[in-house]
């Protein structure tokens, strides 16, 4: 189960030990974007086992052509792409120094435009779905996972929107 980058990783880690049993391929050391090839790859060496990735909102954009090699190579990915519209993490750091200049807070959200992925994953021959609730994100994970090949789920849950 390859993590994505920053925040799903620290939150898989709190639920990880509950979970069956598993790999995970986390994010070596901190260069981001490595999340979907790393799902890719693993699909591609153990095409017997289902793959997820929990993958975050800007970083995906760093390799998101990875989906379209997982569409060609028909791997079992299930991409729960978690959007909290912006770099979170970035956002942190910037709170705790915290003299950001007003001007620069809009370089760290990912919106104006704001990014459909389900669209994206469509359009590059993904299937993919959006859930806006937790019931949503629940149930199309379960279809997901029980379909073969690739898919994609827009986690679109507590993003912020101030
Ligand atoms: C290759 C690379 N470029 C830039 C950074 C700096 N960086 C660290 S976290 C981050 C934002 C990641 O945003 P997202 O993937 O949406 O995760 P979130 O922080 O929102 O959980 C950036 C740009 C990095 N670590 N590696
Ligand atoms: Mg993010």
């Known amino acids: ?6 925040s799903p990783a620290g939150a898989f880690a709190e639920v990880a030990p509950g979970a069956a049993r598993h ?38 954009m760093y390799t998101i052509s990875a989906l379209w090699t997982m569409a060609r190579e028909r791997a079992d990915v299930t991409v729960v ?5 912006g770099y979170a993490s970035i956002r942190r750091e ?14 760290i959200e990912l919106r104006n435009p704001a990014i459909d992925f389900a669209a994206v994953a469509e359009g590059i021959g993904v299937p993919a779905t959006s859930a806006d ?7 199309q994970f379960e279809a997901a996972i029980r379909a073969r090949g690739p898919h994609l789920i827009h986690a679109r849950i507590g993003r912020r929107t101030d």
């Open 1 to 6: 189960m390859p993590e994505g980058d920053p």
């Open 23 to 60: 790999d995970a391929l986390g994010i070596t050391g901190l260069a981001i974007g490595q999340g979907l090839p790393v799902a890719l790859g693993a699909a591609i060496a153990a095409p017997d086992r289902p793959v997820i990735a929990l993958q975050a909102d800007g970083s995906a």
């Open 81 to 85: 792409l978690l959007d909290n519209a």
């Open 94 to 107: 910037a709170d705790r120094i915290g003299d950001m200049p007003q001007r620069a807070a809009p370089l």
């Open 133 to 139: 609730t937790t019931d949503e994100l629940a149930w």
